[in-house]
């Protein structure tokens, strides 16, 4: 009996392994134009993780990492023990939360705007139009706000024609987490509707024909077979937003902290560099990142986790 039950895998073994000689001599130039991004990947993503281990020395860079002492948890008894740490993480969790709100709904409705225009011409223009901020550096997109909206902007220049008073906009701590979330959304919203386009182009065209001969207006037709044909999208989006949600921008906050002050601006990226790298205490920016990257992870996780609950894949399926 069991040589009955050997022998189809005797026999199967052999044949596995001409299967993947084809496979990899199929995909063989797929997977050299994959090289140089795995090389990129590894240089620039991986061996830095270990330099994290700095957050557990005393770093200097005279003596460097070998010969820096050892800390322990010190540095991060440090870390918490500061209130301007603690100042930078609620900063960076209500702005991920305002952006969340008012940001990413954007990119899905301006898809499904896209999606109904019928002229391919027009869709192909608004869609250069609305890609095109992505491809400005945050100096340039601040610079515009600051000359539409800023002190001598062209909006108080009309006010102050008008003699109407003036609106303090770039330089108001308390609605710089709405300024931040509109540069946002100017900036990145075009170019994130590209996922969801996909996603709209795989739903049957023949289920809108079917809706609209059953008489199915144009809002029933979005609420019960757009969104749900794109349900799973906006779920793995969302999902990989909260696993980003620590990250709101160091580039953007920091062109712009010194006109709100720090209290407003300061977010764990910039605080990492200013009482890290600024300071040269190294080891406290990378116990600072260290400590984002895990909470992060474990936003991550949670918010995959909920997605399987509901129903839906997130980034894998069960």
């Not at 090389?39 to 620039?44: A, E, S």
């Not at 902007?153 to 710089?176: C, E, H, K, V, Y």
């Not at 065209?205 to 079917?210: D, G, I, K, S």
Request: no cysteine; charged share 15%.
């Amino acid at each position: 009996m069991t040589a009955l039950h050997e022998a189809p895998a005797a026999l199967r073994a052999p044949e596995e392994k001409p299967v993947k000689k084809s496979r990899f001599r199929r995909d063989r130039s797929l997977l050299i134009m994959v090289i140089p991004a795995v090389v990129l990947l590894i240089v620039f993503n991986y061996v830095p993780m270990f330099g994290t281990a700095t957050a557990f020395q005393r770093y200097s860079i005279y003596a460097g990492f070998w010969h820096s002492p050892w800390t322990g948890l010190e540095t991060f008894r440090q870390l918490f023990a500061d209130p301007l740490f603690w100042s930078a993480l609620g900063n960076t969790l209500m702005l991920s939360l305002v952006q969340l709100v008012f940001y990413f709904p954007v990119p899905i409705a301006l898809a499904m705007l896209l999606h109904s225009i019928m002229s391919s011409k027009i869709r192909t223009i608004v869609q250069s139009v609305v890609y095109l901020p992505h491809f400005f550096s945050w100096v340039l997109a601040v610079t515009i706000f600051q000359q539409m909206l800023g002190g001598a902007g062209a909006l108080n220049q009309f006010l102050r024609s008008n003699g109407l008073a003036t609106w303090d906009i770039m330089t108001n701590p308390d609605t710089f987490k709405l300024l931040v979330t509109s540069q946002v959304i100017w900036k990145e919203a075009g170019w994130g509707i590209i996922v969801f386009l996909a996603a709209l182009a795989a739903i049957d065209t023949q289920l809108y024909e079917a809706a609209a001969a059953d008489g199915a207006g144009r809002w029933r037709r979005m609420w019960h077979i757009t969104l749900p044909g794109i349900r799973g999208v906006i779920v793995l989006m969302l999902v990989l937003r909260l696993g980003n949600v620590l990250t709101v921008g160091f580039e953007q906050m920091l062109i712009q902290r010194g006109a709100v002050g720090r209290d407003a601006a300061e977010v764990l990226d910039t605080y990492a560099y200013f009482y890290g790298v600024v300071n040269a205490n190294f080891s406290l920016g990378a116990a600072a990142s260290l400590f984002k990257g895990v909470l992060s992870l474990l936003f991550l996780l949670a918010a995959n986790k909920i997605a399987h609950l509901l129903g839906e894949d997130g980034l894998y399926r069960q």
